[in-house]
């Protein structure tokens, strides 16, 4: 009897100590992909909007156009002369124009506005220019699901919980690019 017993004891440790190693296993390399989604930020009213006078700050989803290289150095206008002592130095001479890009098939990037659209199931945001639209962020309410759809006339956003849908839309086919709010 005392040996059955060493035996059963013998075989509990080991299973106990093989299921303890196998759960730390797992547990390791699952703490370590498993993270919480990216959150985007909040845009706020108090940025000024752009205008044709302020250039809009350079995008951080966006590279920066290659910028030309000059074949030969401008000419430096002459130094104005006057004799009003409050006047500001001449401006250091711009860089010439950038080549007009050759035509393709794809719409060229918008010059467009930042639009927020905030619903029930989250926040989504598009740079929307005078022919086509880009997805800047969409972002989940919690306990929401979310899905994107790119295609080159539309995006569409869906958020869903609990059987409810909710579609942001923004269209751009053979007209200016518009957005719609569905909710089923």
Not at 42 to 48: E, F, G, H, S
Not at 100 to 121: F, L, R
Not at 163 to 175: A, L, P, Q, R, S
């Amino acid at each position: 009897m005392r040996r059955g017993l060493l035996h059963a004891v013998a075989w509990s440790l080991a299973t106990g100590a093989a299921v303890t190693l196998s759960w730390w296993g797992v547990h390791t390399v699952m703490a370590g992909t498993a993270y919480d989604p990216p959150r985007a930020l909040p845009i706020t009213a108090d940025r000024p909007a752009t205008t044709p006078s302020t250039s809009p700050r350079v995008s951080s989803t966006r590279r920066p156009e290659p910028s030309p290289t000059p074949t030969a150095p401008s000419p430096t206008p002459p130094p104005a002369t006057s004799s009003a002592p409050d006047r500001e130095p001449p401006a250091a001479p711009s860089r010439p124009p950038a080549p007009a890009p050759p035509p393709s098939s794809t719409p060229p990037a918008s010059d467009g506005q930042v639009k927020s659209y905030t619903v029930d199931g989250g926040r989504v945001v598009f740079d929307i220019g005078a022919a086509s639209a880009e997805l800047v962020s969409a972002t989940p309410a919690p306990g929401w699901q979310m899905q994107v759809w790119k295609q080159p006339t539309y995006i569409r956003v869906t958020f869903g919980r609990d059987g409810k849908e909710i579609d942001v839309f923004c269209t751009w086919h053979d007209h200016a690019p518009m957005v719609q709010i569905d909710e089923r």
